[in-house]
């Protein structure tokens, strides 16, 4: 697999703290795993409670409304997430677990009958996108309006509100058992949520999940390419796709980072952070850290125990997660089953640079052939 590097290696090893600037603000990214976490559970001095700032980078030109629960702290936070919580676990149940596994199987085989196959916009796009409709129970035809949005549904893409919008008004018309009519109906606060509210759920359910899926799922498709006896690995034991997922989630970790703000003088090991300013939390760089994983720039398929944050950690951790978990398992089970090796033809990385660090998070492109046995 090309670089997916840790650029943050020596920071982390010399000081635990990397600055970096985005937009003419300094802001320093924590990067060990302990201090990571530390700081993350102490939400009242280091908050999310900063609409369209919860990136590094404003997003107040890529949307109008506040992300909901992730730009806020508790009680908030967690009144909020409880309403979509159960729609978020249906990954864990085992009829949508089944349905799953079909899917992703159905497709692996139809790339198997395509010989070379762009992974990633014919493959990883459109199995993130139809995954996503099971998830929101839509009907799957919505997943190619989704797939036209390209690979972020904000930075790529355009009419995500709109498109929202359109679908609660729908749904207001003919209730169904679907992600839309579900906040239409529910009740928060002996109340009907608002159409701002509604919205700012939608906003961050389809934004938060899907390049980042992508780039795992495209990450393994190379990994299996370059690595021929990974499959067969695999094949060994059905635990190893448990372990196999949560590594690649470890070492891909396709997200850089999320920030707080600080509304008092706060600390992240012996620095000293002014009020009003916000901290980065580096999951890459604490999925790195070498004080906790053994050989961190490897993928060790079989690595236990992995205490990775690769979806996020604490009261904040990644509401898609069972999601994501059960598209890359399913991923991982149907290419050891179907697939005798993979043929890279090419690649070209999918690289994020800041002024201070340039870094892998996964693939543009990448051109392969299946063969099967």
Not at 47 to 66: A, G, I, T, Y
Not at 203 to 219: E, L, Q, W, Y
Not at 263 to 287: M, Q, Y
Request: aromatic share 8%.
């Amino acid at each position: 697999m090309p670089t997916h590097n840790d650029p943050f290696r020596e920071a982390r090893e010399q000081s635990g703290l990397q600055i970096t600037e985005c937009n003419g603000e300094r802001i320093p990214y924590i990067l060990g795993l302990k201090d990571l976490r530390k700081t993350v559970k102490d939400w009242q001095n280091f908050s999310s409670d900063h609409p369209f700032k919860v990136v590094p980078h404003s997003e107040e030109n890529l949307r109008s409304m506040r992300q909901i629960p992730i730009e806020m702290d508790p009680p908030d936070h967690t009144d909020y997430r409880a309403i979509v919580e159960p729609f978020f676990k249906r990954p864990t149940h085992t009829e949508y677990m089944v349905d799953m596994a079909e899917m992703v199987s159905s497709m692996v085989s139809d790339a198997l009958d395509k010989g070379e196959l762009e992974a990633v916009h014919e493959f990883a796009l459109p199995l993130q996108c139809r995954a996503l409709a099971r998830l929101l129970n839509v009907p799957e035809s919505e997943a190619e309006v989704w797939r036209a949005w390209g690979l972020h549904a904000l930075t790529e893409g355009s009419g995500l509100e709109a498109y929202t919008a359109k679908q609660f008004t729908a749904a207001e018309k003919n209730q169904g058992d679907d992600f839309f009519s579900m906040l239409n109906g529910v009740e928060f606060k002996g109340r009907a949520l608002t159409f701002e509210e509604k919205q700012g759920i939608a906003n961050v359910t389809f934004a938060g999940g899907k390049d980042t899926v992508i780039n795992v799922v495209s990450s393994i498709i190379v990994y299996m390419s370059e690595h021929p006896g990974a499959l067969d690995f695999l094949r060994q034991d059905e635990k190893y796709i448990m372990t196999a997922c949560e590594e690649f989630v470890r070492y891909v970790s396709p997200l850089t980072v999320i920030s707080r703000s600080c509304p008092h003088i706060s600390k992240v090991g012996d620095h000293e952070i002014p009020a009003g300013s916000r901290v980065g939390l580096c999951w890459p760089s604490a999925n790195r850290d070498a004080s906790v994983f053994k050989k961190p720039d490897e993928v060790v398929l079989d690595r236990v125990p992995n205490p990775h944050i690769g979806f996020g950690y604490g009261i904040h951790n990644c509401l898609g997660a069972p999601q994501a978990r059960l598209i890359i398992r399913s991923l991982l089970k149907s290419l050891s089953e179907q697939v005798k090796s993979i043929q890279l033809i090419s690649v070209v990385p999918r690289i994020e640079k800041e002024e201070s660090y340039t870094r892998q998070v996964g693939y543009d492109r990448v051109v392969v052939k299946l063969s099967s046995w």
